[in-house]
């Protein structure tokens, strides 16, 4: 929390600074695989399980001030809800690591994210798709449900 609070505190744009706090989060869970996937997604009792709900709670309004602030200044989409897009950013950042992270993935392959250049990668690729969430696009790419003609029944 303090890492990606010093991230989002000292960030140059919104953009660089939701970017950097993604890449950041992966990165450091990747090279702690076994923490991170107790933190994200082992089974565990109810007591873990609130405490990992509160962790994501924070992180979620960490992103949301980045959200918000990208909205402000125009660089984020004003078309979403702000919590709404947080809620989908760290549920997605963190939903993408379960299966690098797994135990059972690690055991099956031995090719997954181990070296700095893998991990270099998936970080890059989860930020990106992270920050293509609320990114400002047209109204129509924005919403294909406009664009979709329902037959009626």
């Keep these: 929390m303090a890492v990606i609070n010093d991230i ?3 960030a140059s744009d919104p953009r660089a ?5 993604v ?8 090279r702690n695989r076994r923490l991170a996937y107790a933190l994200i997604a082992e089974p565990c009792e109810r007591e873990i399980d609130v405490a ?8 979620s309004q960490l992103i949301l001030g ?8 125009g660089s984020f989409s004003r078309r979403v809800r702000g919590d709404v897009a947080a809620t989908v950013i760290v549920g997605g950042f963190m939903e993408a690591l379960v299966g690098p992270l797994s135990p ?4 099956g392959r ?11 990668r998936l970080s890059e690729e989860i930020a990106d798709l992270c920050c293509a969430c609320v990114a400002d ?3 129509a790419i924005a919403t294909p449900s406009r664009l979709v003609h329902r037959r009626s029944a």
């Design 8 to 10: 989002a505190n000292r």
């Design 17 to 21: 600074g939701l970017h950097q706090a």
């Design 23 to 30: 890449q950041t989060f992966v990165r450091r869970a990747m």
């Design 52 to 59: 990992r709900l509160k962790y994501r709670a924070a992180i």
């Design 66 to 73: 980045l959200v918000r602030a990208g909205q402000s200044d």
């Design 104 to 107: 059972l993935t690690l055991e």
């Design 110 to 120: 031995s090719h997954v994210e181990r070296d700095v250049a893998s991990i270099e």
């Design 137 to 139: 696009v047209p109204a």
